[in-house]
């Protein structure tokens, strides 16, 4: 048994965000045994690679004030503690990695009474509330942004940025399936992983300025859309999503996008320049926090989404088409935010505390 490998349990569930900085982790620790533990009917159901055993347990977040609502949601709270539980147990776990978000309650909990390390990695430049709240209860938290630390005064916080796939960080040119001419100016458009209809209306009224200019646009438009297909033009290729991001970033003169931690990170690896429409529901008003760490810099601009119209944003992207030094200029000051080995240096944290 001295030479069993290292069991983790890998809590990450529900968006991109959340998934792909552990998936990212994983592919760090080859010689560990991954399980996950995630929720079901999430995304974590197609994005987690086949390795990785996926376990599910129903919790949900506490979104609202207190009701009889929130206390079946206790009581499935309660259940998914015990259901952890009996996992780390029945399977030898030696530790536990989360990227926060309600599904990282059940687990560290879960995780410390058995006297378990925990690492949870935090993305956001503020912290969400479930990591305010247990970050002191685990080993370390990893943040993505230097500022996050902030907002955690009480727990242990290591700079780590954020963790990406490893295609983003192949060296050199990733081929396209799609018929962009080479040297044209290319614009990426996308919301993240659920896409973002009034960013992708606000682009349909303005491309036709951007395609006169001689640009051409990659819009994702997510899949839940009804007017996806309503422009149509040789320039202008729509897609409700597309699996080579790291490519298509690559090759991109600027994107267009929410301002979600793991869509930033990706972009400042890539050393792509952004606009950035900051989601406008999005908890706390997060997504603003982390734009405003590229834009203090200089890589990106940002635009509230209730007061950014049509001919401004058409205007913006104009201006940079023509002015190649100004894009140049955010291109370095994005790609300087880049921690190209994050995942290694978080991997390197993970071993550090469980194999202490």
């Known amino acids: 048994m001295a030479n069993a490998p290292i069991r983790l349990l890998i809590a990450a569930s529900g968006t991109g965000g959340h998934l792909f900085p552990a998936i990212a982790l994983a592919e760090q620790l080859p010689d560990y045994q991954i399980e996950w533990l995630g929720v079901p009917n999430r995304l974590e159901r197609s994005l987690v690679p086949k390795q990785y055993p996926l376990n599910t347990i129903a919790v949900e977040g506490f979104q609202q004030g207190l009701g009889f609502s929130s206390l079946r949601i206790l009581g499935k709270l309660v259940g998914s503690i015990l259901e952890v539980r009996k996992l780390l147990k029945k399977g030898n776990f030696q530790g536990i990695f989360t990227t926060g978000g309600y599904i990282a309650g059940p687990a560290i909990i879960a995780a410390r009474s058995l006297g378990l390390p925990v690492i949870l990695h935090e993305s956001n430049a503020l912290p969400g509330k479930v990591t305010r709240f247990?970050?002191?209860?685990?080993?370390?938290?990893?943040?993505?942004?230097?500022?996050?630390?902030?907002?955690?005064?009480?727990?242990?916080?290591?700079?780590?940025?954020?963790?990406?796939?490893?295609?983003?960080?192949?060296?050199?040119?990733?081929?396209?399936?799609?018929?962009?001419?080479?040297?044209v100016p290319l614009i990426v458009v996308f919301?993240?992983?659920?896409?973002?209809?009034?960013?992708?209306?606000?682009v349909r009224q303005c491309a036709t300025a951007w395609f006169d200019a001689g640009a051409w646009v990659v819009h994702l438009t997510g899949d839940n859309d009804p007017e996806a297909e309503k422009l149509q033009h040789p320039q202008y290729i729509a897609l409700p999503f597309y699996d080579n991001m790291a490519g298509l970033l690559k090759r991109a003169d600027l994107a267009i996008s929410r301002s979600g931690a793991g869509s930033l990170t990706e972009m400042a690896v890539c050393g792509v320049p952004s606009i950035l429409i900051p989601y406008p529901f999005a908890a706390e008003d997060h997504q603003t926090y982390n734009a405003e760490v590229f834009t203090s810099v200089g890589a990106a601009i940002a635009f509230k989404q209730s007061e950014l119209t049509p001919e401004v944003l058409q205007s913006k992207v104009l201006y940079l088409l023509q002015s190649p030094e100004a894009l140049a200029d955010m291109a370095s000051k994005s790609k300087a935010i880049a921690v190209p080995n994050s995942a290694e240096k978080l991997a390197q944290l993970v071993r550090e505390l469980i194999e202490m």
């Open 191 to 202: 919301g993240g992983s659920q896409g973002a209809v009034a960013i992708n209306k606000l």
């Open 134 to 183: 247990f970050g002191p209860w685990c080993n370390a938290v990893a943040v993505g942004f230097e500022v996050a630390a902030k907002y955690l005064p009480r727990a242990k916080t290591i700079y780590t940025n954020t963790p990406v796939r490893s295609q983003f960080l192949n060296s050199g040119i990733v081929p396209l399936d799609l018929p962009i001419p080479e040297n």
